[in-house]
């Protein structure tokens, strides 16, 4: 069972206020980073809330049909101390995955807007394959997201990651299976609308 985990804690400084408060010309980037987890494969989505929290609680609460108990068993915690880097916001939600029965985690970030179901899915597939592994996408052959993590490697990932450095640390000292996809996605963190 695969869980899509999306990161949507940071205050967005660049971009002048939360990237999970972000629409664009396609919507919310927030439900539509859930959609995408969900519509790739993952069996259920845990989304990491931080900066403005209730107002991103209330775009989830609202926007996913049904409420988030039928889409796929939606849920989302608040990290604590979100503000001090990434690292905690991945903590809280490893040990909020940690509670479920869930073999792998879909790491993704919710500032990640091109990336498609068909990403995700290529990672499902892989893990199918490889099962509790390491995967991650690449576009044009650079590492980016979203990445898989089996579950066996959730803990020295949480020991990793340390201030504003997520799971890259772990990463870069154990097997991981890169999966091209810039042929659907160009994986670019988006800082600005403009």
Do not use: N
């Amino acid at each position: 069972m695969i869980r899509g985990l999306l990161l949507a804690a940071g205050a967005g400084t660049r971009m002048g206020k939360p990237k999970a408060l972000v629409y664009d010309d396609r919507g919310s980037w927030l439900l539509r980073s859930v959609q995408v987890l969900i519509d790739g494969g993952c069996d259920g989505v845990t989304v990491v809330l931080g900066a403005r929290a209730d107002e991103a609680e209330r775009i989830l609460a609202d926007g996913l049909p049904g409420g988030p108990s039928e889409i796929a068993q939606v849920d989302w915690v608040v990290a604590p101390d979100w503000q001090l880097g990434i690292s905690l916001s991945l903590h809280a939600g490893l040990t909020a995955l940690g509670e479920t029965r869930a073999t792998a985690a879909m790491l993704h970030l919710v500032d990640l807007p091109d990336v498609t179901a068909e990403v995700v899915g290529r990672l499902v597939a892989i893990e199918g394959d490889h099962p509790g592994g390491l995967a991650r996408a690449t576009y044009d052959g650079k590492p980016g997201h979203p990445v898989l993590i089996g579950r066996d490697h959730w803990a020295g990932v949480f020991a990793d990651a340390i201030g504003d450095q997520g799971a890259r640390g772990y990463l870069r000292t154990h097997r991981v299976i890169d999966v091209e996809c810039g042929d659907l996605a160009t994986g670019a963190d988006v800082d600005s609308l403009h």
